[in-house]
């Protein structure tokens, strides 16, 4: 049965949205909070480059700098010569961006600070060179200022200390005179008013010099030595000696004296201050990001807050357009916003760079593929894969996706939140869980009874009217006939205590009232009449009772032919016969021999596995882990399949293993293979003989989507 010797499986800051805004912001046009392209790398800083408006450097903990040249529509990695040197033992490849400057004096030219020092790009970050600042390993950067009267000097500030460059950071000197011993400096700037003054903060203490850093004195009369760690020294541009300071925990802080005196900025309640932002066209506004609020203010003594209240993370930086006050970016854990009212309402724009998590060619037309990703919303590709559009959910992580061969533009989302429908092929959405877990199942845990909308599996047949089905965690198997507007529960229900996990429904393509659905502690069960009745396929296990160890796939193939994966094994069974067949097996993973002083690894079956059916053509592909094998004869006869970039798969099993590296989703239709692992969405559209990154997710440079 095997075409070649070698067997087929070669053994190889969290994001809360505001209340109401989680589930229906990607369905209104008037929706407020709006991610411009989440990762599940948090953000550390966003900045607006002075010279135009529409590029945008976001800088993250892991992933490094991204640049965007449109408002954040599209995004490239920018971040060449940002690797750290350890990134083999850390795990990271580049540095985390803990500030992001542009000069605004000289176009093209940024900074960076990072744990592994200050940074500087000439070409509008296309590549960076590391500044010979001489400071301990794993110092971080936290601030880098600009003399505004000598375009030769710049400052740095970070632990240890602020260093003082007198030649456009050719070389660089401490400049720590009056400060306290070894001094974490959180934040640094320039007064644009008067030559030669800067301000630093460390720890709870402002300090100010007038000599260029040659020596500082304490300025922090008004703020309380138990206030807790600084954050966010800011410097007005318009007012003149006015500055800001935000806390950890203690509400922010202003002066008018040049921090001779400072008073508290009176709040409801005393929160995370994390950064200021200002208008420099002359209107005076200042922004704030304190907790979950932003804030604006015409004068800085009086505050107005938009946004509801988040719980936990806090937002971590805004920033301000130089030609519209009003035009605002910011960034908060895992994602970016924008306002262009003043921070009044905030308006999408999506991208992408969330990790896939189900993917499907549509039956109408295999150009057409979409996947869901984790809270990146849905995409869509109507050539094949080479170009993706986004279209909506980017709130929601997106775990299953349903398409009708007879209705081109409906479209059924699972997503944890529950389910989401769209009529016009994505252009619009809207909530469709009207009769949705009907049945509640008691949570022992926490001794109540709840109704979690979490979609583990969707499906429709392929009738001229079709039937589809929608499977609840919790709540059992639910059935519409009218297109998603409503659900009825079929024979397969939860109650209390006797419930089926559904994580596959699939539909007869030759007749629409024949289901089977693959459940986690049944097994396989089927229905001969759209769930009315369900009975168990025959036991393919030795204890029918113990769910199988691993996670499993179930997909129709062509001819007819229900497979199933599982238990390292791939079976089939035509329509016409009651019994598996057996058309793949790998056996248990092998592992290596232990070295000198190790003990002992076992054997052990796949963790996860996944198969994908042409229900035209007679190609199927399975993985096992991050194998993956492929059949172009129903399953007669399977080819290991070449590695993913960067030898992503078939790398054989050891104690380091990347489990970045398991394939969790799959397609195929004929010799167009979609494969998405921890890495991104791959392609290959000579049946696997080559493959090419379409939708990278981690250590890729990120390519542009289409407008």
């Not at 009738?463 to 006939?481: D, F, K, W």
């Not at 042409?614 to 399953?635: I, R």
Request: with cysteine; net charge negative.
């Amino acid at each position: 049965m095997m075409t070649r010797t070698a067997r087929p499986f070669a053994l190889i800051a969290l994001f809360l949205a505001p209340a109401g805004l989680r589930s229906a912001r990607a369905q209104s046009e008037t929706a407020s909070w709006i991610s411009a392209f989440e990762r599940r790398d948090p953000y550390t800083f966003v900045a607006v480059d002075p010279f135009d408006d529409r590029v945008l450097y976001a800088g993250t903990v892991t992933s490094g700098l991204f640049k965007s040249t449109d408002e954040g529509q599209t995004w490239r990695s920018s971040s060449r010569g940002l690797e750290r040197p350890d990134a083999t033992t850390v795990g990271a490849r580049f540095w985390e961006i803990s500030r992001i400057v542009p000069d605004a004096r000289q176009k093209g030219v940024l900074y960076v600070g990072t744990p592994g020092g200050a940074f500087r790009s000439m070409d509008a970050a296309g590549s960076w060179q590391k500044l010979d600042v001489k400071l301990p390993r794993y110092s971080p950067v936290t601030s880098i200022a600009f003399d505004p009267f000598d375009d030769k000097v710049l400052y740095i500030g970070a632990s240890p200390g602020v260093w003082k460059s007198g030649d456009s950071g050719q070389s660089w000197v401490a400049s720590n005179g009056g400060l306290p011993a070894n001094p974490y400096v959180s934040g640094l700037v320039t007064d644009p008013h008067r030559p030669r003054r800067l301000y630093a903060a460390v720890g709870s203490r402002v300090f100010r010099s007038d000599n260029a850093a040659e020596t500082w004195e304490e300025k922090s009369t008004g703020i309380p030595l138990m206030t807790g760690q600084l954050l966010g020294l800011a410097i007005d541009p318009v007012r003149r000696d006015t500055l800001y300071v935000g806390t950890s925990s203690r509400g922010a802080f202003r002066t008018t004296d040049s921090g001779a005196n400072w008073a508290m900025i009176e709040r409801e309640h005393l929160s995370t201050f994390w950064t200021f932002a200002f208008d420099t066209s002359g209107i005076g506004l200042v922004y704030a990001a304190e907790g979950g609020h932003v804030l604006r203010s015409n004068d800085g003594v009086h505050w107005v807050a938009f946004g509801e209240a988040v719980e936990g993370g806090g937002l971590s930086t805004i920033a301000v357009a130089g030609h519209d006050p009003r035009h605002l970016f910011m960034s908060y854990g895992f994602s970016l916003f924008e306002s262009k009212d003043g921070a009044a309402s905030w308006r999408v724009i999506p991208a992408f760079g969330a990790a896939v998590e189900t993917v499907r060619i549509h039956p109408a037309d295999p150009r057409i593929v979409l996947v869901g990703t984790d809270r990146g919303g849905v995409l869509e590709s109507t050539n094949g894969g080479t170009h993706w559009a986004i279209l909506g959910l980017e709130t929601e992580t997106v775990t299953s996706l349903a398409l009708s061969r007879r209705h081109v533009g409906l479209i059924l989302a699972g997503t944890s939140n529950g389910l989401f429908r769209s009529s016009d092929g994505g252009k619009h959405w809207a909530p469709a869980n009207r009769g949705l877990c009907t049945q509640l199942y008691c949570d022992s845990a926490v001794g109540a009874v709840s109704c979690p909308l979490l979609v583990t599996a969707l499906a429709a047949d392929e009738a001229s009217n079709p039937t589809l089905y929608a499977a609840v965690y919790g709540g059992g198997l639910y059935r519409s006939t009218d297109l998603g507007a409503s659900w009825q529960p079929t024979a397969l229900r939860a109650w209390p205590y006797d419930w089926p996990s559904i994580t596959a429904i699939e539909v007869d393509p030759g007749n629409p009232s024949h289901l089977v659905a693959l459940t986690g502690d049944r097994g396989v069960l089927e229905s001969p009449n759209r769930g009315e009745a369900w009975s168990p396929v025959e036991s393919l296990f030795d204890d029918p009772k113990k769910p199988p160890r691993n996670s499993f796939s179930l997909a129709w193939g062509s001819q007819r032919t229900l497979f199933l994966a599982a238990h390292n094994r791939v079976l089939s069974r035509p329509i016409a016969e009651q019994s598996w067949i057996e058309v793949l097996e790998s056996g248990p993973r092998e592992v290596p021999e232990a070295g000198p002083g190790e003990e002992p690894l076992t054997e052990r079956e796949c963790y996860r596995m996944s198969l994908a059916a042409d229900s035209f053509q007679p190609q199927l592909m399975a993985s096992c882990d991050d194998s993956l094998s492929f059949s172009v004869d129903g399953g007669a006869s399977w080819q290991l399949l070449p590695d993913l970039p960067p030898q992503a798969v078939n790398s054989g099993y050891s104690r380091s293993y990347d489990a970045g590296r398991e394939v969790h989703a799959i397609a195929v239709r004929g010799k167009l293979l979609f494969v998405a692992n921890g890495y991104g969405l791959f392609r290959s559209r000579n049946g696997g003989g080559f493959w090419e990154a379409v939708l990278p997710y981690r250590f890729f440079p990120l390519a542009p989507l289409s407008p």
